[in-house]
């Protein structure tokens, strides 16, 4: 059972950064599909980003050129740095592992969930 712990939420200004971590306790992790998802109140959760085992990257509308993901899979975690954030941005942020398929799709099976961590981007 893998077990996910995002880190790096937070308040912060509309144009703002931040950096969302995640560590996996997996052995296999470098072989995972991997991905971000956030679910505002009320709004259904959403996939905004998900990259491959091998690094290749793809993004939701919302948030390309502002969103990026990456992996360091010697030290199995994952980031999302987020810039020119928006109040729209606000919401629980969610690491998950196993995405199929690996891309940003409306219908994306998940093995493993994190636990979230809370972003609030104020105007």
């Known amino acids: 059972q893998a077990q996910l712990v995002e880190s790096g939420g937070g308040s912060v200004q509309a144009g703002g950064s931040l950096r969302l971590s995640c560590t996996a306790s997996?052995?296999?992790?470098?072989?995972?599909?991997m991905g971000w998802f956030r679910q505002a109140p009320g709004k259904e959760r959403e996939l905004v980003s998900a990259?491959?085992?091998?690094?290749?990257?793809d993004y939701a509308d919302s948030v390309k050129g502002r969103f990026t993901v990456s992996r360091a899979n010697a030290r199995n975690t994952l980031y999302l740095q987020m810039n020119s954030l928006k109040p729209e941005d606000s919401a629980m942020y969610y690491c998950?592992?196993?995405?199929?398929?690996?891309?940003?799709?409306?219908?994306?099976?998940?093995?493993?969930w994190g636990q979230g961590t809370q972003v609030t981007v104020s105007s």
């Open positions: 997996q052995y296999a992790y470098s072989t995972y599909c």
């Open positions: 998950a592992a196993g995405l199929q398929p690996c891309m940003v799709v409306t219908d994306t099976r998940v093995d493993y």
């Open positions: 990259i491959t085992s091998r690094g290749t990257a």
